[in-house]
């Protein structure tokens, strides 16, 4: 086996291994966002880029009070969304994403969010990221890896990519998951990273995927693992 060969396996063995290990220790990880509705969801969505999830579910409940479906947000005055939205910043182009984005779904697909990645991605401030969390979460089908901001962070601190944007970031990571685990990844990379690994201050010496990551294993070098090393993309 050529060397580039052997690194390709030994960062997909290791990306396994980093898989079963968090799925140990979240378990139950799952989408954090409060909806009731693929539209709903979408929605959510686009109020999170920039945002947390706990700030968006402070807003949902009176935005989808209001406004529970595609026509009605499509429908809805552009200030009083502007206005239910505020707090989640960006709020005038989120509130106008939301609106075009809707007005679309009433008129091109019968007031039903579509499910093909391409569909989604005519939305108006729908990217990869918004789609592959609709796809998942709403139709239960991995179109995709969802990169956030910490799926981004955490997959490059792990070695597994070396990009900066998202798109090519998400290409590495399905050459090195299974389909079926796609989201699984994403939505426990996301608990780690608010958990642990934070962008400002990792807590690397409380890390429990320590051992499979080039940067723990620089921090412990006694135990450093050759092949965590090796095969950590430079
Ligand atoms: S060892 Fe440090 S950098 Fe690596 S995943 Fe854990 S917290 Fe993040």
Not at 14 to 32: F, G, M, N, Q
């Amino acid at each position: 086996m050529s060397t580039n060969r052997k690194k390709s396996s030994s960062k997909k063995q290791r990306t396994h291994s980093i898989l079963v290990r968090l799925k140990r220790l979240y378990p139950d990880a799952t989408c954090s966002l409060t909806y009731s509705t693929p539209v709903q969801l979408l929605v959510a969505t686009i109020l999170s880029a920039q945002c947390t999830d706990e700030r968006v579910n402070k807003v949902t409940p009176e935005l989808f009070r209001q406004f529970p479906d595609a026509e009605s947000l499509g429908n809805a005055p552009i200030e009083e969304l502007e206005n239910l939205v505020r707090s989640t910043g960006f709020y005038r182009n989120k509130a106008k994403n939301i609106k075009a984005a809707c007005q679309k779904i009433v008129k091109d697909f019968d007031g039903k969010v579509p499910q093909k990645m391409e569909e989604l991605l005519q939305l108006r401030g729908v990217a990869r990221k918004t789609a592959n969390v609709v796809m998942a979460h709403a139709f239960g089908i991995n179109a995709g890896v969802t990169v956030d901001t910490h799926v981004g962070r955490l997959s490059q601190r792990l070695g597994l990519t070396k990009h900066e944007d998202a798109v090519r970031i998400e290409r590495d990571l399905m050459k090195l998951l299974p389909q079926a685990d796609w989201e699984n990844w994403s939505i426990r990379l996301i608990y780690h990273g608010r958990a642990v690994c934070k962008a400002r201050n990792p807590a690397c010496e409380e890390c429990e995927i320590a051992d499979l990551c080039p940067i723990g294993q620089q921090i412990s070098p006694q135990n450093a693992n050759i092949d965590v090393i090796s095969s950590a993309v430079r």
